[in-house]
């Protein structure tokens, strides 16, 4: 008996300080709500499934274009195209999608609908009438795909950086239940590794050395790794988005594609699939360029979509 007291009490001690562990290293302390994004840049709007925090750049009455952020990352993922595109008379909107930056955590299930259906939403809450411009940054890409595949009319141009899309990637072990999820992230170093890990989408990282820390402090509010669980577990059986693609090429709808050559995430060689998909659409691959290729060449990429733009908001 006196050896299963110990081993019980040893058991408890050893579930006591697991939690304790968890507590203590677990980033998600704060809850979203206006107290905390009191302060923040841009304007917030309370849309069907939450609050959407968003920012508008350049003249009113310019050409609209829409960008898109990246599967974890807020609206920042955009700053030379959103600053720039704006200096150059396009009217361009950002916005965080939910579960990331400072928009809502709803609880629900992330699928490209749920994200679609924020975009028209978003478009609708600021008046926008008229077609516009939709640029998808990495994984963004998807979400842009899907939106203009839902509301074509919506949609008069498509231009894709680096882009991702759904193609029912399987899902880990560890990303299956909560717990897992919750587990790997917090006591194995899952979110500090992904925190770390951004600065890998560069190929000159050393230039970008406050990127992770912007990326960290989305990783302070409840809801966010549960998010990206849920966009995960979406991924893993959404369908295919190829015949999306493939419906969306047949379309008179000019679509730019813009590549880093040296993205070691993405690389070019997938581009081959998308234009086979979309046969229209034209390529342009940028050297000196990891994932990011308008944050690391902006004076090449810029240019060019603005030049893209202009050239389908003018037919």
């Known amino acids: 008996m006196r050896l299963i007291r110990w081993l019980f009490t040893g058991a408890l001690l050893v579930a006591a300080l697991a939690v304790m562990t968890y507590v203590i290293r677990d980033p998600e302390k704060r809850v979203m709500n206006d107290a905390a994004r009191a302060g923040v840049e841009g304007g917030f709007v309370r849309l069907q499934d939450g609050v959407t925090h968003y920012e508008v750049s350049g003249p009113e009455g310019g050409p609209v274009v829409l960008l898109t952020s990246g599967f974890s990352v807020p609206a920042y993922f955009s700053d030379s195209l959103f600053q720039q595109l704006g200096d150059s008379g396009f009217r361009v909107i950002r916005f965080d999608f939910y579960g990331r930056g400072w928009s809502d955590r709803p609880d629900t299930v992330y699928d490209l609908d749920l994200f679609s259906r924020q975009m028209n939403g978003l478009l609708d809450s600021l008046g926008v009438s008229t077609p516009v411009s939709v640029g998808g940054l990495s994984y963004g890409s998807a979400m842009a795909s899907h939106f203009a595949a ?135 691959q940028v050297d000196s360029a990891g994932h990011l290729p308008h944050m690391e060449q902006p004076g090449i990429v810029v240019p060019a979509v603005a030049r893209f733009l202009r050239a389908g908001t003018a037919n």
């Open 150 to 284: 839902q509301y074509p009319d919506r949609v008069q141009a498509l231009f894709y950086i680096d882009p991702v899309f759904n193609n029912q990637r399987p899902l880990p072990p560890q990303e299956r239940s909560p717990l897992a999820w919750n587990i790997h992230m917090v006591l194995k170093g899952g979110s500090e590794a992904m925190a770390a890990g951004q600065v890998d989408d560069f190929l000159r990282p050393e230039r970008h050395p406050e990127w992770a820390g912007r990326y960290r402090v989305q990783q302070q509010f409840k809801g966010t790794r549960e998010a990206w669980r849920r966009t995960r577990a979406s991924i893993a059986t959404w369908p295919d988005q190829r015949g999306e693609l493939e419906a969306l090429g047949l379309e008179d709808r000019p679509v730019l594609v813009i590549w880093g050559k040296q993205d070691p995430f993405n690389p070019p060689s997938e581009s081959t699939a998308l234009l086979a998909a979309m046969p229209r659409a034209v390529l342009l």
